[in-house]
């Protein structure tokens, strides 16, 4: 599987972005699909999740309300709508596929996921 993440850019605090992960290869909607992101200088962490149905997600309380993620399997991608973008959200947001989808609050550590994309930067701006 790989992964090609874009949608990033420049943006005003409190503006919205959509971020896109295309996926290639047959088995895309078998898997659990993720959001991380890193921040200058901080660790990777985790966004939000979705299952491979799109039925369930969960997200990291920092985005809950703000953030949605969604999936197109007849498209191969997975979405990530960002909404009333904060300074604190500029980061690189890299997506990740889960061969083995688990229960979506326990897919919080990047261990769950077996392939990455390349990432795609977002920075807000005051």
């Known amino acids: 599987v790989q992964l090609q993440a874009s949608g990033g850019g420049l943006v005003q605090a409190g503006g919205s972005l959509r971020l896109s992960c295309a996926a290639s290869?047959?088995?895309?909607?078998?898997?659990?699909m993720g959001w991380f992101r890193q921040a200058p200088g901080k660790e990777r962490e985790f966004v939000a999740v979705?299952?491979?149905?799109?039925?369930?997600?969960y997200y990291d309380d920092s985005v809950k309300g703000g953030f949605t993620i969604s999936r197109d399997n007849a498209k191969n991608t997975v979405y990530l709508q960002m909404n009333s973008l904060k300074l604190e959200d500029t980061a690189v947001y890299y997506c990740?596929?889960?061969?083995?989808?688990?229960?979506?609050?326990?897919?919080?550590?990047?261990?769950?996921?077996?392939?990455w994309g390349q990432g795609t930067l977002v920075t807000v701006s005051s």
């Open positions: 290869g047959p088995t895309f909607s078998r898997h659990g």
């Open positions: 990740a596929a889960a061969l083995f989808s688990s229960i979506v609050d326990q897919m919080r550590g990047e261990h769950e996921y077996d392939y």
């Open positions: 979705i299952n491979w149905s799109g039925e369930y997600t």
